[in-house]
Structures are given as C-alpha cells and as structure tokens.
C-alpha cells in the first residue's frame, strides 16, 4: 500500500506540476516560519535551566512602597549575601555579583580590553559553569585569583597553557588564573569574561556602601530539602537592619526562583503579573501555531479545489468495494508523505535564513542534529502536519457517494457557507490582524523616536574614564577645545542615556512628611549645559572657575520643581546623602531613561558628591570640522594622556537609538510573519479562486454566448472574494484592537489607536485580495464559450 501511495503522490505531482508545487511551497513556507519561532520559543524557555541546582537557586528582591505603590527590583544591599549564608542555616551558599565595565588586561605587551564580574566565593558552586580546568569551589579562594572564559584565555594566551599564568589589571595588581570555563551559552542572563573574586574589590571600587544602598544583585541557593514556602518569610527578618525610614516603609526583601527569570519577572504593586517576556513568548507561540494553521488551510483549500480531478477515482474505488475509511487512510498518508517532503523543504529553508534570522533575534540559534530529541520531535511535527492538513481532505473526499459523483450532480460550489469559505475567512482575519498590529508597532516606534529628548545629541560622544583619564582629564580638555576638536568638554557619573543611581529621602524646605518621591541622580562637574545642549528655564549651568562652592550646587528640572513646589528654587537647599546642595539652575526635562516613559524627577548634583564619581567624558565636536578629521585627532591626545588604553568613543545618538531595538524587532519581526501569513493566504485563496472558475466554467461559457464581458464575468467571480475578505476585516478588527490596546498599556508614552489604520488594513486586505484572483477570474473569463460547453 505504501508503494502505491508513493505511486499516486508521484503520478500526481507530474499531472499537476503547478498545483503540487504550490502545494508543496505553501505548506514548507508555513513549517519553515514555526520551526524558526519555536526555535526562539525554545531558547527563551531554557534560560539558565542548564544549572545542576536550579531548582534550589533563587535571586533576593526588594520590595517597597514609593509615590503611592509597591515597587520590586532585583538588587539589594551588598550586605544581604554574607548575612543570609552566615545567619540562616537554611542557606548553602550566597553569592553577590557586580558587573564590571571594560578593565584593561596586560600580558606582556598584549592589552584588551574586557568586560566581566566580580563575584563571591560561592558563585560558581551555585551556577554550573562548566569548567575546562580548576576547582569551582577553591578557584576564587584568594584576593588575587581570577577566572577566565575560554575565549578569553585564548585572546590573551593564545594556544598557551593559561592555568597559573599572571595578569596585570588596569596596569596596577597581577592576578593569577585559577580556572577556566567553557564560553558561556547563549541562554544564560549572565554575560562575563572573567571573573574577580568579591574580597579583590579592597583594591578598587564597590566597597559596602551600608544598608541604604541597594544595587547589588544577590543569589542564594538553599540547602537540599528545604521547603521555599517555609522558608521566604524568613527572610523578612533582615528588616531590622534597615534604617528606621525604611522600616516605616514597610521596606521588605523576599526570594524569587531560577524558573520565572527570564519570563516572568513583572510586578506590579508588588505582585507578579501576567506581563515580562512570558507575554512576548507566549504572542509568537500563538502566531506560530496560526502560521502552521494557515499553511494547512492552504493545503485543504488546494487539495480541495482540485476535487473534481480525483471524484471520479472515488467513485470507482468505492464501485469495486474500497471503504470510506480505507480511502480516507489512503489519503492522510498522501497527505504526511506530502507533509515530509515539505518538511525537508522546511529545513533547508531554515538552515538557509537562520544567519539573518540570529542576526535580527541577537541569538545563536541552530537545529541541534546531533541531538537525538531532534530526530523524534521532527517526525513528530511533520506526522502532526500531515495529519491537520489532510483531515479535511480526506474526509471531504471520501465522503463522496458513488451515484452522484458518476453522474457530476455532486458539487456544491454556490453554497452560501462552505467549509473552504470559513477557511479562507480564518485565513485572512489571521493576515489582516497581523497587518493592523504591525501598522501600529511602527507607530509607537515612531511616535517615541520623534520625541523631543531635551539635548542635542549632534555631534556629542562620551568616553569612559580610563586608566590616566581622571589624572589627566584637565589637560585631554583644554587640548581638545584649544585645537578646535571639540567646542565644549565635561565629565559625568554616566552617558546621557543611562540613570546610574536613583533613590529618595531627600530633604528641602516646605517638604511634605509623607512625600516618598524618587529622584534620578546625575552628577557633572561644569558645562554639562553647553555640552548637551540642556535648555535652561531659570539659573544657570555649573561654573566651578567662577563660581567655585558650585561644588556642591544642584540643577534641577522641571518635573523636580513640580515635586519640590518652590516658586523661587534658586537659592533654595536641598539635602540628600549627607551634602546641602544649593539649587542654581533649572532646566526642561529631558529623557534619561526610557522613551516610552514621561520623564522623571532628576537631580544633577555638583562635583563634590561623596557616593557618585565621574566615570563618562562627555565630548561635543566641532560641527565645522569632518567627524573623522575630529575623531583621528582626538585619538591622538587620547594616546598621549592614556597611552596604555584605547580610545573607545560611542556617539550619544547611536546609544539613543539602542532604546528602540527591542520594539524596533518586535515590530520586524511582526512585518515578516505578516507577510508570510498573506503569502500563504494568498495561496489559500488562488486555490478558492480557481476551485470557483473550475465549477463555474460551463455558467461562464453561457454568460459570454449572451453577451457578457470579460469585466463583468471578472467582477462576478471577484466579488465574492472580495466579500470574504471584508468578513475576515470584520472580525479582525476588534481582535487587533484589543490586542493592540493590552500591548500598548505597557508603555506610559504611547501612541492613541486610530481609525485610519483599519481603514489602511481593510484596504491592503481588498487590493491583495483582488490581485491573487484576478488571474484566474480573467483567464476564466477569456476562455472560448466553444471549449467550454462542447461536451454538452
């Protein structure tokens, strides 16, 4: 019987090269697009499930009220680690982690820079990092131990033995390598290097900075056996080590498991919602299953609309004794052996895209033939296609009764509502949501990158302070400025595009008690006005030669002065972390954080801050000068003042530009799944389209001997379509808007849903529509009458 599938399958391909190919196409397109998604799908759930101890491994949060709701964050107090190992004997180890900026590593007269983490002890005994050689639990045991991925120990060593060997950081103490892991997998939220040991961080910066700070992020991992539930109000008694402010507060830590990082992670007021990436995952598992379902609907509607070529094949299999079932076994395993060959279609399409699909997703993501779960998921899925393809089919054709498909009296094309009809709406509701929500992620895009910033970013580059930059910083200014490389020059906490420190308790005249405002800290030291291109409303900018206690002065904005409600703010002081600054400037808001939030009470504090120190130089270029020209010079003073660093610049525009990636993705990778959804439809529809024109053609045959014209037989046989796509609009338009309005709650600054976007998609439907059936309804149009009413 197999056999003789193979032969019918064959035997049909060559009489219907056109159909079977489309056939085939449509239905390798639609599996190729969900293998590609449940990649993703796949990678994104697996995040950091590859720890032996995963389900004892748990990150501490923060939990407190500020302005009027409970906010929860992932960092807490560099404290929190060694006191939940040493006084809660339900914890095994504890282990903080601060994430390090470029470091300048030396061996011999090699230097790179790279980027890493300093961690505690217990780091790599709580997370399964496989390592190529040293001993997790001993490998960061001494000040001056460091542990080095393997691509690292490659780019330093070479093909050299790296175990034991020294390295010289920030040209100032050696370390010698203890250990060395394989490369970190691509499903892992930690991203490192090397790493430090915690006790080496004496030698630098990130000392325990007390109770009041919490930017440390903090993991656990409990001992076997140990019940969570029991054990995470237990943790609620770190609370006596707050600050009586914060116990006020209602201030709280708790404990959230390895399993809900990567997906989950939202709060709101303080509880974990339905939101985080899990939505994200779980909207593209949706679109993948309909995808796959568009494509079967595809291969129901082809195979159906040919009905008539294989009606009598039934007919006279039935005559000399076939059984429905055994016609409709025959015609499931036509449709998995059809299913199987567009599988392997599916996978060159996927090995073919999968280095431009990474790239667009900023993943590593591949078909792993190596492992044997591929082997059985794979037969799985085409066995899975095959049989939803060819249900309908089957069924549909072996249902046919002997007399009537004989006689031709069988069919019934004009039926108000067929089965391919409905599936032709479902079709293109799926394409035409897909159209309308793509519409409108690329108007939030744009509605938040046509937002005013509040600086000017032309021409403005930052570089971080490193090596002999902070020594040396007065002279790299005047330099620049005094050979007209840069018009002005300033030194900050951090770029313009990024809050590096927040927090509240601030103190100032007139100051409501049960005010919990949270204020944006900045820190500059003069000229940050000009050199961003700040806008001043009241005061004026740092001036430390001319005004020198601007030391510890403070700029406000406007949403700052909201909060403060001063009427005359110059003059007026405000305390925060130990220091009474003086405001003598105010300035329009301008975006620090995200775009798609309003922005933010900000404090840009002056350069005696004890708890911020300048880690940016902010560089605005001459505008006169090419930007090449001004960057080769710049490079040049940079190598004379730092000469063991490299000169590692980043234009303020292209790091504004970063905020939009993720929407700037999402909304591609809708575009591209819209398109391949209306492709198929498409497909779906041809096949309607020349189903109609097959059962119509002796109806059309008498409508030309009486006179009708081709446009009028070519709009008789549109306009049905037409009706079925303005149905499918119908019922998509409710559903994108709903789904739409859900997505653009998450942003504060958003986009207002307008009508013309479903009139546009309405439109787009109807056009492509009436383009796919066009060539059929014009070639059944122009056929003789003679050819086709002469077997009458």
Same mark, same amino acid.
């Given at each position: 019987?197999?056999?003789? %599938?193979?032969?019918?399958?064959?035997?049909?391909?060559?009489?219907?090269?056109?159909?079977?190919?489309?056939?085939?196409?449509? &239905?390798?397109? *639609?599996?190729?697009?969900?293998?590609?998604?449940?990649?993703?799908?796949?990678?994104?759930?697996?995040?950091?499930? #590859?720890?032996?101890?995963?389900?004892?491994?748990?990150?501490?949060?923060?939990? /407190?009220?500020?302005?009027?709701?409970? $906010?929860?964050?992932?960092?807490?107090?560099?404290?929190?680690?060694?006191? &939940?190992?040493?006084?809660?004997?339900?914890?095994?180890?504890?282990?903080?982690?601060?994430?390090?900026?470029?470091?300048?590593?030396?061996?011999?007269?090699?230097?790179?820079?790279?980027? @890493?983490?300093?961690?505690?002890?217990?780091?790599?005994?709580?997370?399964?990092?496989?390592?190529?050689? *040293?001993?997790?639990?001993?490998?960061?045991?001494?000040?001056?131990?460091?542990?080095?991925?393997?691509?690292?120990?490659?780019?330093?060593?070479?093909?050299?033995?790296?175990?034991?060997?020294?390295?010289?950081?920030?040209?100032?103490?050696?370390?010698?390598?203890?250990?060395?892991?394989?490369?970190?997998?691509?499903?892992?939220?930690?991203?490192?290097?090397?790493?430090?040991?915690?006790?080496?961080?004496?030698?630098?910066?990130?000392?325990?900075?007390?109770?009041?700070?919490?930017?440390?992020?903090?993991?656990?991992?409990?001992?076997?056996?140990?019940?969570?539930?029991?054990?995470?109000?237990?943790?609620?008694?770190?609370?006596?080590?707050?600050?009586?402010?914060?116990?006020?507060?209602?201030?709280?830590?708790?404990?959230?498991?390895?399993?809900?990082?990567?997906?989950?992670?939202?709060?709101?007021?303080?509880?974990?919602?339905? *939101?985080?990436?899990? $939505?994200?995952?779980?909207?593209?598992?949706?679109?993948?299953?309909?995808?796959?379902?568009?494509?079967?609907?595809?291969?129901?509607?082809?195979?159906?609309?040919?009905?008539?070529?294989?009606?009598?094949?039934?007919?006279?299999?039935?005559?000399?004794?076939?059984?429905?079932?055994?016609?409709?076994?025959?015609?499931?395993?036509?449709?998995?052996?059809?299913?199987?060959?567009?599988?392997? %279609?599916? +996978?060159?399409?996927?090995?073919?895209?999968?280095?431009?699909?990474?790239?667009?997703?900023?993943?590593?993501?591949? %078909?792993?033939?190596?492992?044997?779960?591929?082997?059985?998921?794979?037969?799985?899925?085409? &066995?899975?296609?095959?049989?939803?393809? *060819?249900?309908?089919?089957?069924?549909?054709?072996?249902?046919?009764? !002997?007399?009537?498909?004989?006689? @031709?009296?069988?069919?019934?094309?004009?039926?108000?509502?067929?089965?391919?009809?409905?599936?032709?709406?479902?079709?293109?509701?799926?394409?035409?949501?897909?159209?309308?929500?793509?519409?409108?992620?690329?108007?939030?895009?744009?509605?938040?990158?046509?937002?005013?910033?509040?600086?000017?970013?032309?021409?403005?580059?930052?570089?971080?302070?490193? @090596?002999? %930059?902070?020594?040396?910083?007065?002279?790299?200014?005047?330099?620049?400025?005094?050979?007209? +490389?840069?018009?002005?020059?300033?030194?900050?906490?951090?770029?313009?595009?990024?809050?590096?420190?927040?927090?509240?308790?601030?103190?100032?005249?007139?100051?409501?008690?049960?005010?919990?405002?949270?204020?944006?800290?900045?820190?500059?030291?003069?000229?940050?006005?000009?050199?961003?291109?700040?806008?001043?409303?009241?005061?004026?900018?740092?001036?430390?030669?001319?005004?020198?206690?601007?030391?510890?002065?403070?700029?406000?904005?406007?949403?700052?002065?909201?909060?403060?409600?001063?009427?005359?703010?110059?003059?007026?002081?405000?305390?925060?972390?130990?220091?009474?600054?003086?405001?003598?400037?105010?300035?329009?808001? #301008?975006? &620090?954080?995200? !775009?798609?939030?309003?922005?933010?009470?900000?404090?840009?504090?002056?350069?005696?801050?004890? #708890?911020?120190?300048?880690?940016?130089?902010?560089?605005?270029?001459?505008?006169?000068?090419?930007?090449?020209?001004?960057?080769?010079?710049?490079?040049?003073?940079?190598?004379?003042?730092?000469?063991?660093? !490299?000169?590692?610049?980043?234009?303020?525009?292209?790091?504004?530009?970063?905020?939009?990636?993720?929407?700037?993705?999402?909304?591609?990778?809708?575009?591209? #799944?819209?398109?391949?959804?209306?492709?198929?439809?498409?497909?779906?529809?041809?096949?309607?389209?020349?189903?109609?024109?097959?059962?119509? +053609?002796?109806?059309?045959?008498?409508?030309?001997?009486?006179?009708?014209?081709?446009?009028?037989?070519?709009?008789?046989?549109?306009?049905?379509?037409?009706?079925?796509?303005?149905?499918?609009?119908?019922?998509?338009?409710?559903?994108?808007?709903?789904?739409?309005?859900?997505?653009?709650?998450?942003?504060?600054?958003?986009?207002?849903?307008?009508?013309?976007?479903?009139?546009?998609?309405?439109?787009?439907?109807?056009?492509?529509?009436?383009?796919? /059936?066009?060539?059929?309804?014009?070639?059944?149009?122009?056929?003789?009458?003679?050819?086709?009413?002469?077997?009458?």
């Amino acid at each position: 019987m197999i056999r003789n %599938i193979f032969k019918l399958v064959y035997r049909n391909f060559l009489h219907n090269k056109g159909f079977s190919a489309i056939n085939i196409i449509g &239905l390798a397109i *639609g599996m190729a697009a969900a293998i590609l998604i449940m990649l993703w799908i796949q990678n994104e759930a697996s995040y950091d499930e #590859f720890h032996a101890h995963k389900d004892r491994i748990y990150e501490v949060w923060n939990r /407190v009220p500020i302005e009027g709701k409970v $906010t929860c964050w992932n960092s807490v107090s560099s404290l929190t680690g060694p006191i &939940l190992e040493k006084d809660f004997p339900e914890v095994e180890r504890a282990a903080r982690v601060k994430l390090n900026s470029n470091f300048l590593f030396s061996v011999n007269d090699k230097k790179v820079m790279k980027s @890493g983490a300093t961690v505690d002890t217990g780091f790599l005994q709580i997370f399964s990092f496989p390592m190529l050689k *040293g001993n997790p639990a001993t490998a960061l045991n001494d000040v001056h131990s460091i542990v080095l991925t393997e691509k690292m120990a490659k780019s330093l060593f070479g093909n050299e033995e790296a175990m034991g060997k020294i390295i010289k950081i920030e040209n100032r103490d050696n370390f010698t390598v203890t250990g060395v892991l394989k490369d970190l997998p691509g499903n892992t939220r930690f991203n490192f290097e090397y790493l430090l040991p915690w006790s080496s961080l004496k030698y630098g910066e990130g000392q325990d900075l007390g109770w009041n700070d919490n930017s440390t992020p903090t993991y656990v991992m409990l001992k076997p056996n140990v019940n969570y539930a029991a054990f995470a109000p237990k943790i609620k008694e770190l609370k006596q080590h707050y600050s009586s402010e914060a116990k006020m507060m209602k201030w709280e830590m708790f404990i959230y498991p390895l399993s809900r990082w990567r997906l989950y992670s939202s709060f709101t007021n303080g509880v974990e919602d339905n *939101g985080g990436r899990n $939505t994200f995952v779980s909207i593209f598992g949706i679109i993948a299953g309909l995808i796959l379902l568009i494509a079967c609907i595809n291969f129901m509607n082809l195979s159906t609309a040919r009905s008539e070529k294989r009606a009598k094949e039934v007919g006279i299999r039935k005559v000399v004794g076939a059984g429905k079932s055994a016609l409709i076994s025959q015609f499931i395993a036509e449709s998995v052996l059809i299913a199987f060959l567009a599988g392997i %279609i599916a +996978i060159i399409i996927v090995q073919i895209s999968l280095p431009g699909y990474n790239e667009l997703v900023e993943k590593k993501l591949f %078909i792993d033939f190596g492992n044997v779960y591929t082997w059985v998921i794979f037969p799985g899925f085409v &066995l899975f296609t095959g049989l939803l393809a *060819g249900s309908y089919p089957a069924f549909f054709l072996s249902s046919f009764q !002997p007399v009537k498909v004989l006689k @031709g009296t069988f069919k019934k094309a004009n039926a108000l509502v067929t089965p391919r009809k409905a599936l032709v709406v479902l079709q293109f509701t799926c394409a035409t949501m897909l159209i309308i929500c793509t519409i409108i992620v690329k108007q939030q895009i744009d509605y938040a990158t046509d937002r005013t910033t509040g600086y000017n970013r032309d021409n403005l580059i930052y570089h971080f302070m490193t @090596g002999d %930059i902070p020594k040396n910083y007065t002279l790299i200014k005047n330099e620049l400025i005094q050979s007209g +490389i840069a018009t002005s020059v300033t030194k900050t906490n951090s770029p313009l595009t990024e809050r590096w420190s927040n927090g509240w308790g601030q103190n100032w005249e007139g100051k409501d008690p049960n005010d919990k405002t949270s204020f944006d800290r900045y820190l500059s030291d003069e000229g940050l006005g000009v050199t961003a291109g700040l806008q001043f409303i009241k005061g004026r900018d740092f001036d430390l030669e001319k005004f020198p206690t601007d030391s510890t002065g403070l700029i406000i904005n406007e949403s700052s002065l909201k909060v403060m409600k001063f009427k005359d703010p110059l003059g007026k002081v405000v305390s925060d972390l130990g220091i009474d600054w003086h405001i003598v400037g105010v300035i329009k808001d #301008f975006i &620090l954080t995200s !775009p798609y939030e309003p922005t933010r009470p900000i404090l840009i504090c002056g350069a005696k801050s004890r #708890f911020m120190t300048f880690k940016v130089m902010q560089i605005k270029l001459n505008g006169n000068n090419a930007t090449t020209q001004n960057l080769k010079k710049a490079a040049a003073i940079f190598a004379r003042y730092n000469p063991d660093y !490299p000169f590692e610049y980043k234009f303020v525009d292209e790091a504004y530009a970063e905020k939009f990636d993720n929407e700037r993705r999402q909304g591609t990778l809708a575009a591209l #799944f819209a398109g391949l959804t209306i492709f198929i439809s498409c497909l779906g529809l041809f096949g309607l389209a020349t189903y109609m024109a097959e059962n119509r +053609i002796k109806e059309i045959g008498v409508r030309k001997v009486l006179g009708a014209s081709v446009t009028s037989i070519t709009t008789l046989l549109s306009k049905d379509f037409v009706k079925l796509v303005i149905i499918s609009f119908l019922i998509a338009a409710p559903l994108a808007y709903w789904s739409m309005y859900k997505w653009l709650q998450n942003y504060e600054y958003r986009v207002s849903i307008q009508w013309w976007v479903f009139s546009l998609a309405c439109l787009l439907s109807v056009t492509i529509a009436i383009l796919t /059936v066009s060539y059929q309804a014009i070639k059944a149009a122009l056929l003789n009458p003679v050819d086709s009413l002469k077997k009458e």
